[in-house]
């Protein structure tokens, strides 16, 4: 009778593999990080060659469209397949990058403002406040203005300022976490402080940092697009599907492919991603799915 009895594990997989938003997100976003890592590869021209005679160009499915440019050319003749592709290498960089150091400042506040509580917590939540109330877009703005858009500043930026989620939500669970009996049984065995936080604490409340990095990856791909088409992220001639936005929308009425491309990379980006952390959520803890 027992023998039959699924596993733990047989039990997580058939959840996971059961799961149709997270296997879709997942999809996505292995063919994302293909294009991002295998680009030299799988394009078929120099993103950055440009070739003022061939600009403009429809894509294949149009009239006067080639296979030698399958999604077209813009406006200074450069390969639009090419620059997509190359593309998910600048958002996915972004996204990550902005999701280690904005995860990497949270979490430790987080955990330190709910473990210890007291007047660490009280600092902790004044910093946390004081940095709500102030609008990540418009700071964002107002530096990248005053210091330069670069990937390097946008990535900067963007990671000093989207630390917040991270830090309350690890403050919370970290709370949950404090009071249970695993963490007494560590402390009774004389682990240290960081032992408890790092091989106790932190392990147990992975699941929610997880979601939440994933919804911050996800934010952080759509703020650089956005300061993009503003001209104040990634400058030309990087390529960038916000940038790519802000280049094409003079054509907008005339060559609508050249922001719907684009456009829809960008949102099948962000839908996997947060497909993604939807699902975990839901493998993680299935009895809270509604």
Known sequence: MDAALPTHAAMLRGRIFGHVGLMTGIAILVVAFACAIFAPLLAPHDPY??????????????PRGTWLHPLGTD???????????????????????VMLVSGLIGTTMGLAAGYFGGRTDMAVSFIVTARLAMPVVLVALAVVALVGGSLVV???????LKWDRFAVVMRAATQQARAQDYVA????????????????????????????????????????AALSFLGLGVQPPLPSWGLMISEAKAYMFFSFWMIAIPGTALGLLVLAINLVGDGIRDVAAPEGRA
């Open 75 to 97: 406006n200074l003749g450069r390969d639009y397949l090419s620059r997509t592709i190359y593309g998910a290498r600048v958002s996915l960089l972004i996204g990550f990058s």
């Open 154 to 160: 946008v990535i900067a930026v963007l990671g000093l």
């Open 185 to 224: 049984a560590a402390k009774a065995t004389g682990a240290s402080t960081l032992r408890v936080l790092l091989g106790e604490v932190l392990p147990n409340i992975l699941p929610q940092l997880v979601v939440v990095a994933t919804l911050e990856m996800a934010s952080a791909i759509l703020l650089e």
């Open 49 to 62: 060659f440009q070739d003022l005679a061939a600009r403009l160009v429809p894509p294949v499915w149009q």
